[in-house]
Nanobody, 121 residues
Framework: QVQLVESGGGLVQAGGSLILSCAASGSIFSINVMGWYRQAPGKQRELVARLSSGGSTNYADSVKGRFTISRDGAKNTVYLQMNSLKTEDTAVYYC???????????????WGQGTQVTVST
């Protein structure tokens, strides 16, 4: 089993910064990918940022240049540094990890509970 625990969400003014973190624990053999999705009310969940174990990153166009994803492989923890926040960044942010518990034979996506980020004017 794999558990993801998120922290760092909250209320911030436009132009401010916030850091999200997500730690994976459990019977983990390895993790290939960790990342963040977000979902605003009435909208589809979208990819925010993604980081593979090999160091490859992907960002949504709307956050490029403002958000930075990083990972501590030894701790199975992923971070999202969010700068120059805008009101349109307001959403529930979900951490995910593609992890294997069977010696790398299979990888499955695991999700955190979500953390609210609210950006005010």
């Amino acid at each position: 089993q794999v558990q993801l625990v998120e922290s760092g969400g909250g209320l911030v003014q436009a132009g401010g910064s916030l850091i999200l973190s997500c730690a994976a624990s459990g019977s983990i053999f390895s993790i290939n990918v960790m990342g963040w999705y977000r979902q605003a009310p009435g909208k589809q969940r979208e990819l925010v940022a993604r980081l593979s174990s090999g160091g490859s990153t992907n960002y949504a166009d709307s956050v490029k240049g403002r958000f930075t994803i990083s990972r501590d492989g030894a701790k199975n923890t992923v971070y999202l540094q969010m700068n120059s926040l805008k009101t349109e960044d307001t959403a529930v942010y979900y951490c995910y990890a593609d992890a294997s518990t069977d010696f790398g034979r299979h990888y499955y996506s695991h999700w955190g509970q979500g953390t609210q980020v609210t950006v005010s004017t």
